[in-house]
Structures are given as structure tokens and as C-alpha cells.
């Protein structure tokens, strides 16, 4: 056969067998595509972040000291061997009133001049010619500050956003906020989006309100007191730009610099301190020394007093002197008491936003690791039944080309050419569009939760996910083709000419079950030795179906898992609306006046807490993001009261998990990122004002994990946390009060009228942000549902048009036989209707598994998802994958109408 002979044959066999040719073509596109698409987010995610990370000068490294830092030790760290640049800055975390509402305030100092000189450079640089201005942040509203008391606000803040022309107005600090900021209400002149807060619902931990930072602010330097020491520097590393963050190669470039910086930064606090500890102990010697001057001059006559009153004035000498000296003694103690600085020297993988973003990119990359697989097991079965069905229609062409003469690799490379032609064309198509497609959705959807400018069409591919999802679409192809066309190869000529036997009838098990089999009619009879006489044909198409009906189980499922975090923990869990939070220095009558006015609202339930914000982490191995895992620690000043504010159950049980004065016990999320079961152990740390963690931490014995789904919390009776500190003050009260939003406002005015109160948060506020950054999952569902749907479509035609095309004379002689074509029509589809029944209830036992694992590997470290897939999804996966069904069974009609009497006479029977 000549070159041109050949290929025209190919060419009538696509023509020829053109639905199977696309069917082939689509289930590939669609595997191709959505394993490309998949496998691309997470890469696509971190390229975005780098472009925006190295287009605004992110920080490589942060130095902070718990004693601060000054010029010098600025200087000696921009003269590190490795350090590109370094830019010093104040902050301070403060409560202030901002937008109708008490919230924790990142104020910053930022370099002014370098700000306004710099300007924006497409959607991910800000170019400026300063090289030490760092931490670039991108102007979106408004103008840079220019004086005292002015300042630009987050433009991506979801809690509490601000627009120019808002004030914020600074309440309190965890210490004096007026010797560190000049003013204490800040204009806000203009909002920014900075690199250094990716993640939107929240902007860093803190030791303040709620523990976590709802707003950052950036001021010029003359809003900070001029005795202010600089509180981190910010250090770019040379060659660090040039890599992706969060790359191995990146992160080994920063730990080489990271050890330079260390010994340096350590270096410069200790002399800094020794200047310190030096000016205050000679601070201390001159008051001695004046002290010392007006003892000798109270010692010398004085003639002028009169002498009936010199006992009392040199008695009250002596006094002044004992005081002042008293008072010198305390600060020699205070200056022998003073110990060298912690310095800190931190990586990217310290900052929440960058390490939390970082951990989503990775998350997407173990669901594109699983997920498409079902694709591919679904793809290959598919191919492998379409090639079998195509071969065996081909058993005489065949034959006829071996009597001719022709190899069986001769033969066998035209039907390889065929399914290289179709998967080819599909993988092509399917990752041209999907590559493109699913990363433009998945990062515009988590775009609501994240500050990261989107990439812009054209996408980047990876050339190597390209060619391994494209080689392994194709190479499943041609594999299943091999398998279907071996085997026919092994007969001989005289053998594959004739039309192959009907396979020899068997009884079945059903027979055997002899009063179930007599009352059942002959169609019903045909139909089930029918399905268990072609067992390939009844495994291929129940996997098919079950991989497709699993993969819409997975969609819905994940939409309800995650959508259940709210239902589930406000009620059920958390039993109380609002919460009080107190300044640290509230007078106990403060407190109890709080109470009070709670309790007069109609509160149902009041109790008093100690909350504080810290850092955790197990004994053994850790699946948390970072190295130390951010909580909210609450000790009830009754643990009985807190039980009745708060549902401490185990999740799988349902069962109550007992709380004492001496318990500890920890949420589920938790426990699992550390592994901890009861009778272990957790180490909690304090945190400096930079949200660092400082100390050697202490250590307690867990005695119970609880169900909890938003954030992590260890709950710590009375007597367990005197480990930790003597009773703390329980300045955090919570209750239980009903009403509208309209209620909550004017409870909240009188609350925040009242002395001691901080903050003043409701529920409600907090469910609408999580409904908010949960929205990111409504797209992906979507996408999922879509991929599933399309793919089980196809599934479903091509194993339909399969079905009946094996059998086209059986068919034919039904119709001589006088079967009506109603008749017809229910003994073909009543088989196909059962297989996809069969294959439909195997899905939902794949896809609750399935979902199982996805759930797990997506969620992030400060959220639990649901468990549980509710009963609707199992309906709806089911009925659609049904209706899918029903759908291609009304196209089948008219090929079934089709079907020629005269077929029959060609029977071999």
C-alpha cells in the first residue's frame, strides 16, 4: 500500500467513523486540558506573586530587635556581604476607631519622598530610583501623606475598609501611644495596596483586640516621636530578585545571607545596648552626684535660718535626701536589671500573608496531583473500549490486509496513526484552552481573598506540564489501542474474515435464584444475561460512569463542606454574638459595669474570659504552614460559664468533651496539624510586639480535642493556666444578646462609651467576612461541576453509541421478529439504564472518598471544613449524571430507528 493509499485510508476511517473520532478527540481535550489547567494554577499563582513581590522590592529578610534598632546598626547591615539593600521603618500596633468600629491598626513609617517620587509600572511594579526603598506600595486612591497626622490605609482591607477622607482615631497601644506617635488621630489621605499584606483577611497577628490586624496605615516619619528607635529593617538580597520566592533555590540564596545578617544584626543590638545600658547608668551617676552635692550643702551651717526652726528644715532635708536616694537605688536596680536585646532575623516563610499564599499555591498543586486522575482512569477507559469496538468492526479489513501480505505492524501503525491523530488533536486543543481557562478562574476567584495582581492572557505554560500532560493523554490513547488491536493481530487471516462467533451462552447467577427468575418476564430475562454475558463491557462502562457521577460528587460536596464552616460553628459551637474586649489597664468595676449594661440588654448568657493571642506548636512533626501556628488562648474566669457560651463536643461522637478548671483541650484543626491526641503535649509562646515568639514557651498536657471550624483556640481552665501566669484579669467578656443590625450599633455607641472598652465585635460581622472570603469557592465549584458534567456527557454518549453499534444485527432481528419500536427501544436502553444505575451508586461511594481527600488537602491552617456531604449533592450528582443519561438515550432513538431490517440477514447465527 503506497504512502498516498495508506494515508487516505486513514482518512476514510475518520470520515467514516467520525462521532468516534470526536469522542475520542473530547475525552482527551477534556483529560489534557483539566490536568494542564490544574497543574498550572499553583505555578501560575506563584508567578504571580513573584512578578509583584520583585516589581514592588518585597523584603527578603526583616530584622527586628526587641530593643529596636538605630542608623548605625541600619548601616552596618546595608554593608553585609549579599544585602542589595536596606530600608529601616517604625511600626506600632494600635486600637484605634476607624470606620464605625474599634479595630487593631498596623501604623508604619514610610519614606515619603521615595514614595511620591515613585510611579506604578503596569499592574505588578512601582519603579522608583531610590534602591533602598523597599516594601514599594502601589497608590490606588488618593495621594502619599505629606505631614503629621496624615496617612494612607489599606485598599484591600475586607474587615474594616477605609476610603480617603475617613479618620482613624488612635485609642490605646499595648504601651503609652503617646510616647511613640505625636497624633493620635490620623486623615487618611490615600489607600495603597502593598506586597507586604497579600492576604486580605488579615494583615498580621497582634497582641491586641482580637489578635489579629484588621487595617494597616502608613505615616510619615514626623508622626512618630523623634525618640523612637527604628523598629525593623527590611533587606533585599543580591541575586534574591532573580529567583521565584518560595523556590528552593530562592530560599537557599536568603539562608546563605540570612547567617551574615544574623551575626551582624546580633553585633550592632549588643553595642546599641551597651550604649544604652552606659547613657542611663550615667544618667544614674550625675543624679548621684547632685544627690551627693546637696547632702554636703545640707551639711554646712546655714545662718540665715532662724534657729527654732532649723530642727524641722534639716529634718525635712534629710527626708527629700532619703527619697532622692531611694529613687536612685530603684534605677541602679533597673539599670543592673536591663538584659541585651532578642534579635530576630526573618525570613519570608515568617510572614503570614506571603507563607499563607504560598501554602495555597501548594494545595492546588496536591489537588491537580489527584484530582485530573480520575480524568485520565475514565479517558483510558473509554479509549480502550472505543478502539476495541473500532477493531472488531474491522475484523474482515483486517484479515483481507494480512492475506495481502501487510505486518502486523503495518496494520497495527494505521490504527495508532488513527488514535495519534484524535488524542493528538484533543491534547492540543484541550491544553490551548483549559491552560489558559482554569488558572484565569481559580486566581480571579482567590483573588477576593488575596491583594496578588492576576496574570494577563496569555497565561504562561509550562512547557513541561504541557508535554507530560499531553504525552500521557496521548500515550494512554495509544496504549489502550495496542491492547484492543494486539490481540486481533494473533488470528489468522482466514479467521478475522469471518465475522467472529456469538459468544457462547451461559447461565448466570440470577438463574440460579430459581422464584426470583421465574417471575421475571423474558425482556427482563435478556436483559440481565445480557449485561453479565459482556462483563468487559459491563466493567468498562460502570468505572466510566462511576469516575464521572464520583467527580460531580466531589463538586457539590466541596461546596458544602466549606459553606458548612458557618452553619456549624455560630450556633451549634459558638453560642454568644458579641464580644467586649477591655484595655489591659480596665479597673475591675470596669468590667463588672460592662457585665452589667450586657445584662440589661437582655443577654442570656455573660461571662468573663481571658483571651489572648499566641503562638503554638506540637512536640512531634507539623503540617501547618508556618513554623509556629497562631491561636487564641481562652481562659473563663468559670469554666462552667464558658461551656454554656461555647459547645465543646467531639466531631465524630457528637459526644460533650468535658471542661474543668484543670483542663486543656484544643480544637480539631489544631490537634491535627501537630498530631496531637489527648495526653500530649503543646508549647504556647508569648509574642513581642512584632507578633514574634519570645521565651522558651510552656508547655501543657492536652486532656481532650473539640470540633471547631474558624481559627484555633485552646481553652485553658483557671487552675491549668496559673502554669502559665497568676490569675490574669478576664478582660474579654462575652454574651449573648439578640437583635439587628440597628440594635447592635446603638449597643455598641453605649459600650464604646463606657470606661475601659476597647473593642466591640459582633458575629454578624464576622460571618459576613467569612461568607465573603468563602465566595472564592462558589467559581471553583462551578469549574468542577462543568469538567465533570462535560466529561461525563461524553462518557456516556460514546459507551451508548458503543452499545449499540456491537449491536446493530440483534437489533435488526428483533424488528423482523415484530418487536414494535417502543419495544426496541426498551430492550436496548433498559440495559444501558441499569449500567448507568450500577455505575451511578459506585460513584457515590468513590466520590464521598474522593471528596474526603480533597477537603483535606485544601484546607488552610486557621480553617476546618465540614465533613460531611449533605443528602442533596448525593441527589443531585446522581439525578444529573441520570439525566445525562436520559439525554444521550433520546439521541439514541433515531440511530435505533436507523438500524435496517436487512442487517439481520448478514447473522452468521
Given at each position: 500500500?503506497?504512502?498516498?493509499?495508506?494515508?487516505?485510508?486513514?482518512?476514510?476511517?475518520?470520515?467514516?467513523?467520525?462521532?468516534?473520532?470526536?469522542?475520542?478527540?473530547?475525552?482527551?481535550?477534556?483529560?489534557?486540558?483539566?490536568?494542564?489547567?490544574?497543574?498550572?494554577?499553583?505555578?501560575?499563582?506563584?508567578?504571580?506573586?513573584?512578578?509583584?513581590?520583585?516589581?514592588?522590592?518585597?523584603?527578603?529578610?526583616?530584622?527586628?530587635?526587641?530593643?529596636?534598632?538605630?542608623?548605625?546598626?541600619?548601616?552596618?547591615?546595608?554593608?553585609?556581604?549579599?544585602?542589595?539593600?536596606?530600608?529601616?521603618?517604625?511600626?506600632?500596633?494600635?486600637?484605634?476607631?476607624?470606620?464605625?468600629?474599634?479595630?487593631?491598626?498596623?501604623?508604619?513609617?514610610?519614606?515619603?519622598?521615595?514614595?511620591?517620587?515613585?510611579?506604578?509600572?503596569?499592574?505588578?511594579?512601582?519603579?522608583?530610583?531610590?534602591?533602598?526603598?523597599?516594601?514599594?506600595?502601589?497608590?490606588?486612591?488618593?495621594?502619599?501623606?505629606r505631614a503629621a497626622g496624615e496617612c494612607v490605609a489599606s485598599a484591600d482591607s475586607t474587615t474594616s475598609p477605609l476610603r480617603v477622607g475617613d479618620v482613624v482615631r488612635v485609642t490605646s497601644s499595648a504601651g503609652d501611644v503617646d510616647s511613640v506617635l505625636v497624633r493620635r488621630t490620623l486623615t487618611v489621605v490615600g489607600t495603597v495596596s502593598s506586597p507586604d499584606y497579600p492576604y486580605t483577611g488579615s494583615f498580621g497577628t497582634t497582641t491586641l483586640g482580637d489578635g489579629t490586624i484588621g487595617q494597616y496605615v502608613y505615616v510619615t516619619d514626623a508622626t512618630f516621636s523623634k525618640d523612637v528607635p527604628y523598629t525593623a529593617a527590611y533587606l533585599a538580597v543580591e541575586g534574591a530578585r532573580g529567583l521565584e520566592s518560595g523556590s528552593s533555590a530562592y530560599e537557599r540564596r536568603v539562608d546563605a545571607v540570612a547567617g551574615r545578617v544574623r551575626r551582624t544584626a546580633v553585633a550592632a543590638a549588643r553595642e546599641r545596648f551597651q550604649g544604652l545600658?552606659?547613657?542611663?547608668?550615667?544618667?544614674?551617676?550625675?543624679?548621684?552626684?547632685?544627690?551627693?552635692?546637696?547632702?554636703?550643702?545640707?551639711?554646712?551651717?546655714?545662718?540665715?535660718?532662724?534657729?527654732?526652726?532649723?530642727?524641722?528644715?534639716?529634718?525635712?532635708?534629710?527626708?527629700?535626701?532619703?527619697?532622692?536616694?531611694?529613687?536612685?537605688?530603684?534605677?541602679?536596680?533597673?539599670?543592673?536589671?536591663?538584659?541585651?536585646?532578642?534579635?530576630?532575623?526573618?525570613?519570608?516563610?515568617?510572614?503570614?500573608?506571603?507563607?499563607?499564599?504560598?501554602?495555597?499555591?501548594?494545595?492546588?498543586?496536591?489537588?491537580?496531583?489527584?484530582?485530573?486522575?480520575?480524568?485520565?482512569?475514565?479517558?483510558?477507559?473509554?479509549?480502550?473500549?472505543?478502539?476495541?469496538?473500532?477493531?472488531?468492526?474491522?475484523?474482515?479489513?483486517?484479515?483481507?490486509?494480512?492475506?495481502?501480505?501487510?505486518?502486523?505492524?503495518?496494520?497495527?501503525?494505521?490504527?495508532?496513526?488513527?488514535?495519534?491523530?484524535?488524542?493528538?488533536?484533543?491534547?492540543?486543543?484541550?491544553?490551548?484552552?483549559?491552560?489558559?481557562?482554569?488558572?484565569?478562574?481559580?486566581?480571579?476567584?482567590?483573588?477576593?481573598?488575596?491583594?496578588?495582581?492576576?496574570?494577563?492572557?496569555?497565561?504562561?505554560?509550562?512547557?513541561?506540564?504541557?508535554?507530560?500532560?499531553?504525552?500521557?493523554?496521548?500515550?494512554?490513547?495509544?496504549?489502550?489501542?495496542?491492547?484492543?488491536?494486539?490481540?486481533?493481530?494473533?488470528?489468522?487471516?482466514?479467521?478475522?474474515?469471518?465475522?467472529?462467533?456469538?459468544?457462547?451462552?451461559?447461565?448466570?447467577?440470577?438463574?440460579?435464584?430459581?422464584?426470583?427468575?421465574?417471575?421475571?418476564?423474558?425482556?427482563?430475562?435478556?436483559?440481565?444475561?445480557?449485561?453479565?454475558?459482556?462483563?468487559?463491557?459491563?466493567?468498562?462502562?460502570?468505572?466510566?460512569?462511576?469516575?464521572?457521577?464520583?467527580?460531580?460528587?466531589?463538586?457539590?460536596?466541596?461546596?458544602?463542606?466549606?459553606?458548612?464552616?458557618?452553619?456549624?460553628?455560630?450556633?451549634?459551637?459558638?453560642?454568644?454574638?458579641?464580644?467586649?474586649?477591655?484595655?489591659?489597664?480596665?479597673?475591675?468595676?470596669?468590667?463588672?459595669?460592662?457585665?452589667?449594661?450586657?445584662?440589661?440588654?437582655?443577654?442570656?448568657?455573660?461571662?468573663?474570659?481571658?483571651?489572648?493571642?499566641?503562638?503554638?506548636?506540637?512536640?512531634?512533626?507539623?503540617?501547618?504552614?508556618?513554623?509556629?501556628?497562631?491561636?487564641?488562648?481562652?481562659?473563663?474566669?468559670?469554666?462552667?460559664?464558658?461551656?454554656?457560651?461555647?459547645?465543646?463536643?467531639?466531631?465524630?461522637?457528637?459526644?460533650?468533651?468535658?471542661?474543668?478548671?484543670?483542663?486543656?483541650?484544643?480544637?480539631?484543626?489544631?490537634?491535627?496539624?501537630?498530631?496531637?491526641?489527648?495526653?500530649?503535649?503543646?508549647?504556647?509562646?508569648?509574642?513581642?510586639?512584632?507578633?514574634?515568639?519570645?521565651?522558651?514557651?510552656?508547655?501543657?498536657?492536652?486532656?481532650?480535642?473539640?470540633?471547631?471550624?474558624?481559627?484555633?483556640?485552646?481553652?485553658?481552665?483557671?487552675?491549668?493556666?496559673?502554669?502559665?501566669?497568676?490569675?490574669?484579669?478576664?478582660?474579654?467578656?462575652?454574651?449573648?444578646?439578640?437583635?439587628?443590625?440597628?440594635?447592635?450599633?446603638?449597643?455598641?455607641?453605649?459600650?464604646?462609651?463606657?470606661?475601659?472598652?476597647?473593642?466591640?465585635?459582633?458575629?454578624?460581622?464576622?460571618?459576613?467576612?467569612?461568607?465573603?472570603?468563602?465566595?472564592?469557592?462558589?467559581?471553583?465549584?462551578?469549574?468542577?461541576?462543568?469538567?465533570?458534567?462535560?466529561?461525563?456527557?461524553?462518557?456516556?454518549?460514546?459507551?451508548?453509541?458503543?452499545?449499540?453499534?456491537?449491536?446493530?444485527?440483534?437489533?435488526?432481528?428483533?424488528?423482523?421478529?415484530?418487536?414494535?419500536?417502543?419495544?426496541?427501544?426498551?430492550?436496548?436502553?433498559?440495559?444501558?439504564?441499569?449500567?448507568?444505575?450500577?455505575?451511578?451508586?459506585?460513584?457515590?461511594?468513590?466520590?464521598?472518598?474522593?471528596?474526603?481527600?480533597?477537603?483535606?488537602?485544601?484546607?488552610?491552617?486557621?480553617?476546618?471544613?465540614?465533613?460531611?456531604?449533605?443528602?442533596?449533592?448525593?441527589?443531585?450528582?446522581?439525578?444529573?449524571?441520570?439525566?445525562?443519561?436520559?439525554?444521550?438515550?433520546?439521541?439514541?432513538?433515531?440511530?435505533?430507528?436507523?438500524?435496517?431490517?436487512?442487517?439481520?440477514?448478514?447473522?452468521?447465527?
Amino acid at each position: 500500500m503506497g504512502r498516498s493509499a495508506y494515508m487516505l485510508e486513514i482518512a476514510r476511517g475518520v470520515r467514516g467513523s467520525l462521532g468516534r473520532f470526536l469522542a475520542i478527540l473530547g475525552i482527551v481535550a477534556l483529560g489534557c486540558g483539566f490536568y494542564a489547567g490544574l497543574r498550572m494554577c499553583g505555578p501560575d499563582m506563584r508567578i504571580a506573586a513573584d512578578r509583584w513581590y520583585d516589581g514592588c522590592a518585597l523584603w527578603d529578610l526583616r530584622v527586628v530587635s526587641s530593643q529596636g534598632l538605630d542608623d548605625a546598626a541600619v548601616a552596618r547591615l546595608r554593608k553585609v556581604d549579599g544585602v542589595e539593600a536596606a530600608m529601616p521603618a517604625r511600626t506600632v500596633d494600635v486600637m484605634a476607631e476607624a470606620a464605625g468600629k474599634s479595630v487593631a491598626v498596623r501604623v508604619s513609617s514610610v519614606d515619603a519622598d521615595a514614595a511620591r517620587a515613585s510611579r506604578a509600572s503596569g499592574p505588578f511594579a512601582v519603579k522608583s530610583s531610590k534602591g533602598d526603598y523597599l516594601n514599594r506600595a502601589r497608590l490606588a486612591s488618593g495621594r502619599w501623606p505629606r505631614a503629621a497626622g496624615e496617612c494612607v490605609a489599606s485598599a484591600d482591607s475586607t474587615t474594616s475598609p477605609l476610603r480617603v477622607g475617613d479618620v482613624v482615631r488612635v485609642t490605646s497601644s499595648a504601651g503609652d501611644v503617646d510616647s511613640v506617635l505625636v497624633r493620635r488621630t490620623l486623615t487618611v489621605v490615600g489607600t495603597v495596596s502593598s506586597p507586604d499584606y497579600p492576604y486580605t483577611g488579615s494583615f498580621g497577628t497582634t497582641t491586641l483586640g482580637d489578635g489579629t490586624i484588621g487595617q494597616y496605615v502608613y505615616v510619615t516619619d514626623a508622626t512618630f516621636s523623634k525618640d523612637v528607635p527604628y523598629t525593623a529593617a527590611y533587606l533585599a538580597v543580591e541575586g534574591a530578585r532573580g529567583l521565584e520566592s518560595g523556590s528552593s533555590a530562592y530560599e537557599r540564596r536568603v539562608d546563605a545571607v540570612a547567617g551574615r545578617v544574623r551575626r551582624t544584626a546580633v553585633a550592632a543590638a549588643r553595642e546599641r545596648f551597651q550604649g544604652l545600658k552606659a547613657d542611663a547608668q550615667a544618667q544614674v551617676d550625675a543624679k548621684a552626684r547632685e544627690l551627693e552635692a546637696q547632702r554636703q550643702a545640707a551639711a554646712t551651717p546655714d545662718a540665715v535660718v532662724p534657729t527654732e526652726i532649723a530642727p524641722a528644715a534639716a529634718a525635712q532635708a534629710q527626708d527629700g535626701l532619703a527619697a532622692a536616694q531611694r529613687q536612685i537605688d530603684e534605677a541602679q536596680a533597673k539599670v543592673d536589671a536591663m538584659q541585651g536585646p532578642e534579635v530576630y532575623v526573618l525570613d519570608r516563610t515568617q510572614s503570614e500573608g506571603a507563607a499563607t499564599y504560598q501554602a495555597d499555591t501548594e494545595r492546588m498543586d496536591h489537588i491537580a496531583a489527584v484530582f485530573p486522575a480520575m480524568f485520565f482512569l475514565v479517558a483510558a477507559l473509554v479509549a480502550l473500549t472505543t478502539m476495541a469496538r473500532m477493531v472488531e468492526d474491522d475484523r474482515q479489513k483486517i484479515g483481507t490486509h494480512k492475506a495481502l501480505g501487510y505486518g502486523r505492524a503495518r496494520i497495527a501503525a494505521m490504527y495508532l496513526a488513527y488514535a495519534l491523530l484524535a488524542a493528538g488533536a484533543g491534547a492540543v486543543l484541550g491544553i490551548a484552552v483549559l491552560s489558559q481557562a482554569l488558572p484565569l478562574i481559580v486566581t480571579g476567584a482567590y483573588g477576593i481573598i488575596y491583594a496578588v495582581p492576576s496574570l494577563g492572557l496569555p497565561l504562561p505554560v509550562s512547557s513541561g506540564i504541557a508535554l507530560s500532560s499531553g504525552g500521557l493523554g496521548v500515550g494512554v490513547t495509544l496504549a489502550a489501542t495496542w491492547i484492543a488491536v494486539a490481540s486481533t493481530l494473533r488470528e489468522t487471516p482466514a479467521a478475522l474474515m469471518l465475522p467472529r462467533a456469538p459468544k457462547a451462552g451461559r447461565r448466570i447467577l440470577l438463574e440460579r435464584v430459581g422464584p426470583l427468575w421465574r417471575r421475571l418476564s423474558f425482556s427482563w430475562k435478556v436483559t440481565f444475561r445480557n449485561l453479565f454475558r459482556y462483563k468487559r463491557r459491563l466493567l468498562m462502562t460502570v468505572v466510566g460512569i462511576a469516575g464521572c457521577s464520583a467527580l460531580l460528587l466531589v463538586g457539590f460536596g466541596l461546596h458544602d463542606s466549606i459553606w458548612d464552616i458557618i452553619d456549624r460553628q455560630f450556633g451549634p459551637i459558638i453560642r454568644y454574638d458579641t464580644t467586649v474586649g477591655m484595655d489591659a489597664d480596665a479597673a475591675e468595676k470596669d468590667v463588672d459595669a460592662v457585665a452589667a449594661r450586657l445584662r440589661d440588654a437582655g443577654a442570656r448568657r455573660v461571662e468573663r474570659v481571658e483571651r489572648r493571642t499566641m503562638l503554638t506548636r506540637g512536640k512531634g512533626g507539623s503540617a501547618s504552614a508556618t513554623e509556629k501556628t497562631r491561636v487564641s488562648v481562652m481562659v473563663p474566669r468559670s469554666a462552667a460559664g464558658l461551656s454554656r457560651c461555647v459547645g465543646m463536643r467531639d466531631r465524630e461522637t457528637g459526644e460533650a468533651v468535658a471542661f474543668g478548671d484543670d483542663s486543656v483541650l484544643v480544637t480539631e484543626k489544631l490537634a491535627s496539624l501537630y498530631g496531637i491526641r489527648a495526653g500530649q503535649r503543646i508549647v504556647l509562646f508569648g509574642q513581642d510586639d512584632a507578633g514574634n515568639a519570645k521565651g522558651g514557651g510552656v508547655e501543657l498536657t492536652v486532656d481532650g480535642i473539640v470540633e471547631n471550624y474558624v481559627g484555633n483556640v485552646v481553652y485553658v481552665g483557671r487552675s491549668a493556666w496559673r502554669r502559665v501566669e497568676e490569675d490574669p484579669s478576664f478582660s474579654t467578656v462575652l454574651a449573648d444578646v439578640r437583635g439587628g443590625t440597628s440594635a447592635q450599633k446603638r449597643l455598641a455607641d453605649e459600650l464604646h462609651d463606657m470606661d475601659g472598652v476597647a473593642t466591640v465585635a459582633f458575629s454578624s460581622e464576622t460571618i459576613e467576612t467569612y461568607r465573603h472570603m468563602l465566595s472564592v469557592v462558589n467559581m471553583v465549584v462551578v469549574v468542577l461541576i462543568v469538567s465533570a458534567g462535560a466529561l461525563a456527557f461524553i462518557v456516556l454518549y460514546n459507551l451508548t453509541n458503543i452499545n449499540v453499534s456491537e449491536r446493530v444485527r440483534e437489533i435488526a432481528s428483533l424488528k423482523v421478529l415484530g418487536f414494535t419500536r417502543r419495544e426496541v427501544h426498551a430492550y436496548v436502553f433498559r440495559e444501558i439504564v441499569l449500567l448507568s444505575l450500577l455505575g451511578d451508586a459506585a460513584g457515590m461511594a468513590l466520590g464521598t472518598w474522593l471528596e474526603g481527600f480533597v477537603i483535606t488537602t485544601a484546607e488552610v491552617d486557621y480553617v476546618m471544613f465540614g465533613r460531611e456531604i449533605h443528602p442533596l449533592s448525593f441527589v443531585l450528582a446522581f439525578a444529573l449524571t441520570m439525566a445525562f443519561t436520559l439525554a444521550i438515550l433520546l439521541l439514541m432513538r433515531r440511530r435505533l430507528d436507523a438500524v435496517d431490517m436487512v442487517e439481520s440477514l448478514k447473522s452468521v447465527d
